[in-house]
């Protein structure tokens, strides 16, 4: 109940496709039992990669910034952006900076690499340890139902449009077996030279 | 059991507080005021530890108005929750937190109406309306079917009228009143409620 | 005897003066010439000049003398390299800070104040060396639009409507006052970004020691808004850029005397 993890829910997902990736998160902020809010979206775009991170809102937006701020002082120092395979190792050693009072975030980092075009996702926990995937990740308080309905109906090498199908129907499903989770949903399917930001309606209940 | 509500309106924003002061079972006093005015367009609302509530406030109010006069021009509404919720952010994880809540209401450059919602973890969120604490299960039904974007100054005040009497009929204590302030482009108002 | 004075930053000379201060501005002077010229409506154009270059340098990256701040903000530079990545380290972390805070970036005023302060700072205490550089920044915000602040060791800035720093400045700001009063019938507010950019290489190439002007001995970038968004957009051009400019305006050869 007072588990910082579940106060405001959500939940989010990655998913790898052929020559692209989905990253998808829900859009409901909520305090316990009453909703809040069904525009919180949990997914951040610094460049070519897309963060999601679940967990405590708090520490949502803190993190987030925390990000938006180290990408774009790498950026200006290096004169190149990051690669989604850099972030993924800044997240973990910032995370691990914090072993003994941790964020209290679920992070997934999804996105191409512009200098070899391979898609990578990867997840972490409050700590910082990667779960490098091939597949998919998934997060936060619908993490339970993601795993299975993922498990069922995700294939590898899909299109990037059937990517969108599989990854907007394990959400919404997901999501529909989790109080904490819903509200309204947010995809970006993200391809070599184009993105696509798509928003779900989902029941408001 | 103190209560805030906040509704954002197309050019302005309302906010309510009650006006009972409370410690422990007692009402030591119906006049109370929980809000305070940060600048010209912005007003906080504020619950929570007694001591905490007005400390936090003035601190706030002390770097809004310190960093009006510096540079020359009064901070905007988002930036002040922005600011809001870093040191509430900040302090949730020091020696001994702030336990308040509060709502941000105001006008914005752009003179739309404004509100933000923030807790003591250092969520924010903005919002069209809100409420702290228990006045929140007996609101948003109210709030959530009556409201509608382009709500104006008079169905915006019949809407918290409808809160009130809900609130009266529901909560287990008096709670002697709200407190009702509108800020607009020209400022901020106490009106009769 | 004189020496008594010029040793530490924070003594007073008998005539009043900050020999070391003075020192600092001085070896600005011998630095590669910068300018700017604001067009009140439409940006900022920075150009720099590159002092020493050889061809056996490996430069490790693409400009020594313009820098951006963050994305309404860049400077250009005239003294020690060395000192002013001191202090563009600073200004681009104050501003992520400020960033993170208020969820907007500093407002141009704001920047350039703070890392003056920090500049003042070494003219008083501790017995440290004032840092050696100067500034031109160009900055853009919504509370005032397009900006030009010059400022140097002494922790003193000022703003401009087209300004130079280092190496022959003082006769670049000459030059630049009689170009910009012969380009504008008008006043100087509607002077365009092209005219800007075409007056700041016409200008440097009669002042530059070099004679001719050419892309590897050049730095340019330009702060504009995007037409489509009206958000603040930095340009560093390439050299290769630089080089069709220089051909458009048929600079690439200094003017026969």
């Known amino acids: 109940m007072s588990d910082p993890s579940s106060i405001n829910g959500g939940t989010a997902v990655a998913m790898v496709g052929k020559d692209c990736i989905a990253i998808a998160s829900d859009m409901r902020l909520g305090s316990q039992s009453l909703g809040v809010s069904n525009n919180f979206e949990k997914i951040f775009n610094y460049d070519n990669v897309y963060f999601a991170l679940t967990g405590l809102a708090s520490d949502v937006l803190t993190v987030s910034e925390e990000f938006r701020m180290k990408t774009n002082l790498y950026k200006m120092k290096e004169e190149r952006i990051m690669e989604p395979e850099t972030f993924a190792n800044l997240v973990s050693s910032s995370l691990y900076e914090r072993r003994f009072g941790p964020w209290f975030v679920g992070p997934i980092v999804a996105g191409i690499n512009s200098k070899t075009n391979k898609p990578f996702i990867c997840g972490f926990d409050s700590i910082g340890c990667i779960d490098f995937a091939k597949d998919f990740i998934v997060s936060g308080t619908a993490s339970d139902q993601l795993f299975g309905i993922c498990e069922a109906l995700y294939e590898p090498n899909m299109e990037s449009e059937d990517l969108f199908e599989c990854i907007s129907q394990s959400l919404l499903n997901a999501a529909d077996r989790d109080a904490l989770s819903g509200w309204g949903a947010v995809v970006y399917i993200v391809t070599k030279d184009k993105v696509i930001k798509r928003y779900l309606k989902s029941r408001q209940d | 059991m103190d209560i805030v509500l906040g509704i954002r309106l197309k050019d302005a924003t309302l906010i309510a507080t009650s006006k009972a002061f409370t410690r422990g079972i007692s009402i030591l006093k119906d006049s109370d005021d929980k809000t305070l005015n940060l600048n010209k367009k912005n007003v906080i609302a504020i619950t929570g530890e007694s001591g905490d509530t007005i400390n936090f406030a003035e601190y706030i109010k002390g770097n809004v108005q310190l960093k009006g006069l510096r540079e020359g021009h009064e901070m905007e509404s988002d930036e002040i929750a922005s600011f809001v919720r870093h040191e509430l952010a900040r302090s949730l994880r020091s020696r001994s937190p702030y336990q308040v809540n509060l709502l941000v209401a105001g006008v914005n450059d752009k003179e739309e109406g404004f509100l933000s919602m923030i807790d003591y973890i250092g969520t924010r969120c903005d919002l069209p309306y809100a409420a702290h604490g228990y006045a929140a299960f007996y609101t948003m039904s109210l709030l959530d079917h009556h409201y509608r974007e382009d709500i104006s100054l008079d169905d915006g005040l019949k809407l918290l009228k409808l809160c009130e009497e809900e609130l009266n009929k529901r909560m287990p204590m008096d709670f002697k009143g709200l407190n009702v302030k509108i800020v607009d482009k020209e400022g901020i108002k106490v009106i009769d409620f | ?257």
């Not at chain 3, 924070?10 to 300018?35: C, D, K, M, N």
């Not at chain 3, 140097?152 to 000022?158: E, I, L």
């Not at chain 3, 075409?198 to 020691?209: C, G, N, P, Q, R």
């Open chain 3, 1 to 257: 005897m004189s020496r008594r004075y010029d040793s530490r930053t924070t003594i007073f000379s008998p005539e009043g003066r900050l020999y070391q201060v003075e020192y600092a501005l001085e070896a600005i002077a011998h630095a590669g010439t910068t300018l700017a010229i604001l067009s009140p409506k439409e940006g900022i154009v920075l150009l720099a000049e590159r002092k020493i270059i050889s061809k056996l340098l490996e430069s490790s990256s693409n400009s020594e003398k313009i820098y951006k701040i963050n994305d309404q903000t860049i400077v250009s530079v005239a003294g020690l390299t060395a000192d002013a990545e001191i202090l563009i380290d600073r200004m681009r972390n104050d501003c992520q800070q400020y960033l993170k805070i208020y969820n907007k970036l500093p407002n141009t005023m704001q920047v350039v104040n703070k890392v003056c302060d920090f500049k003042q700072g070494y003219t008083q205490f501790g017995g440290l060396r004032p840092f050696g550089v100067s500034f031109l920044f160009a900055g853009y915000d919504s509370l005032n639009g397009f900006q030009l602040y010059s400022s140097n060791p002494s922790g003193n800035y000022s703003g401009w409507l087209a300004t130079s720093i280092g190496e022959n400045s003082s006769s670049v700001q000459t030059l630049l006052k009689q170009e910009l009063n012969a380009n504008s019938t008008e006043s100087h507010n509607d002077i365009t970004l092209d005219d800007a950019l075409k007056i700041a290489l016409k200008v440097l190439s009669k002042t530059s020691d070099n004679t001719h002007l050419s892309a590897d001995k050049l730095e340019l970038a330009s702060l504009s808004l995007q037409s489509n968004t009206n958000k603040p957009t930095i340009k560093l051009y390439t050299p290769k850029e630089i080089d069709n400019l220089l051909n458009l305006h048929d600079l690439s050869k200094k003017e026969e005397e």
